[in-house]
């Protein structure tokens, strides 16, 4: 990190995560230079009446607002109903571990937030635009969610969230402090998004890589047939078309009590998530701890060997994600949001179909065959996933297919692996960066800001 001076003289607080501030700082809980959930739409209005919604599943704590749906007020959630304003603040007040967070700027005139969302706005003397950076920093996210209730979707009521303790400096630094991070993170988050741009290529790559493998093959030679599927199109020769049905010799759905948000330990038994299997890859650390008195379902317990399949997630892109489990602790049961899918072995190697799974053409039947509204609703039945059609060789064909893919893949992923590191660094220091000017521990009063960047600021914020 960048060294920037500190201040001249400090005071301690009593705020644990703010532990000593600039002296002529104050500090205050965010209900008095706040207010929360001030308008609300009527549940009068217009049936026909277009909001602009925005769902905590749409907001992170590095991109804010990534998307809005287009809904009439008739059709749109019952919880579609906090109305927002330029200079206020979103926080999520359930789910809290998404960190849900971002600042309102320039929104349409009909944007409406989930109930789910906590709207804090600054009043005269809080800036919006350090409000805004504030309630993003490392303390008061830790607070909220410390200070949330319950296991599977731990919420803080509104009235609690804003009895969290707030700094304020005086106007002018509070700008001060905007105009810094506003240049600095512009500057952070143009490297992250390079990162990411390369994250999509290297899974363009690998999606292309596997697609073109388990569809032609790894002989160019080969004769070629028409597949009979048009978006399918040729295939080789001597390879068959079949329903997924034909391969799957049992079919099992697990469990989802509400368990600890923790990992096991000793005897404990778990509970994986349904993100265990997120992107081909499993991770057993995915669980959940079962609480003490709910009696385990053992024939659930997931075992090396075992293909699991993503039944139901927030995210459509990692629904019908397939890994094979290589290895896992004991006592760790898969959820109701999770398949584990047992192939006939005579017909098609497992490693085979996990691969195949991630193929264009498999994703696109997934993708199409996805029931539900928006949300954790997402899911795909099991008849659909016995409908899929599937091209397939010889098992020692598929092998060989296997053995090529594993090579070039694992060239592919360690790639992934640098560029997500260098993006997650780049990500903490935005963050520390951020918690470390809106809370005193630098003063950036002095830091230079490029003129053309300074009116582009200045534009934006007032």
């Known amino acids: 990190m960048e060294l920037y001076p500190q201040y001249p003289k400090y005071k301690s607080t009593s705020c644990v995560w703010l532990e000593k501030i600039p002296e002529h700082w104050s500090i205050k809980r965010i209900k008095n230079v706040a207010t929360y959930n001030d308008d609300a739409l009527d549940e009068r209005t217009d049936p026909d009446y277009e ?31 906090r109305e927002v304003k330029h200079g206020d603040i979103i926080v999520s007040t359930v789910r809290t571990y998404l960190k849900a967070i971002a600042p309102i700027k320039n929104p349409p005139s009909n944007m409406v937030v989930s109930t789910g969302f906590a709207v804090i706005r600054p009043l005269e003397k809080l800036y919006s635009g ?40 005086p106007m002018p630094e509070q700008k001060a402090i905007v105009r ?42 080969v004769p070629m047939k028409d597949s009979g599927v048009e978006w399918l199109g040729k ?10 049905v034909r391969v799957i010799s049992k079919f099992e759905q697990g469990w989802s009590p509400s368990c600890d948000d923790r990992e096991t330990s000793g005897d ?36 090396a ?42 017909i098609i190697d497992p490693e085979f179909l996990a691969l195949a799974m991630q193929a264009k053409y498999l994703r696109d039947q997934i993708e199409l065959s996805i029931s539900g509204a928006d949300g ?44 997500s590191e260098v993006a997650e660094r780049l990500r903490e220091y935005r963050s520390a960066l951020i918690t470390n000017a809106v809370t005193g521990k630098i003063d950036v009063q002095s830091v230079s800001i490029p003129s053309s960047a300074n009116i582009a600021v200045t534009t934006a914020e007032e």
């Open 376 to 419: 954790l609703a997402n899911n795909i039945p099991q008849a659909s996933v016995k409908a899929y059609h599937l091209v397939l060789p010889v098992l020692a064909e598929q092998k060989t297919i296997v053995d090529s893919l594993h090579r070039e893949i694992r060239f592919i992923h360690a790639q992934e692996v640098k560029v």
């Open 130 to 169: 350090y409000a805004g950076y504030l309630l993003q920093s490392n303390g008061f996210v830790g607070d909220v969610v410390a200070n949330s209730v319950g296991v599977s979707y731990p919420a803080i009521n509104a009235s609690d969230l804003v009895r969290i303790s707030a700094v304020e400096p």
């Open 180 to 221: 810094f991070l506003d240049f600095k993170t512009a500057q952070i988050d143009a490297l992250i998004a390079k990162q990411e741009s390369l994250l999509e290529k290297l899974s363009e790559k690998r999606t292309a890589l596997i697609s073109h493998a388990v569809t032609k093959g790894l002989d160019p030679s």
């Open 305 to 346: 060997g075992d293909v699991l399949m993503c039944r139901a997630s927030g995210s459509k892109h990692l629904i019908g994600s397939v890994a094979i489990v290589r290895q896992c602790k004991p006592r760790l049961m898969f959820s109701d949001k999770t398949y584990r899918i047992s192939f006939y072995q005579d």
């Open 235 to 244: 295939i080789p020769a001597h390879w068959l078309r079949m329903l997924m």
């Open 51 to 81: 909001i602009a919604y925005v769902d905590i599943s749409s907001v992170t704590l590095t991109k804010g607002i990534e998307n809005q749906e287009s809904l009439a007020f008739e059709k749109a959630p019952s919880r579609a109903r």
């Open 268 to 303: 404990e038994w778990g509970v994986l998530k349904s993100g265990c299997v997120n992107y081909g890859i499993f991770r057993e650390k995915e669980h959940k701890t079962l609480p003490v008195g709910i009696e385990p379902i053992s024939s659930l317990e997931v075992k």
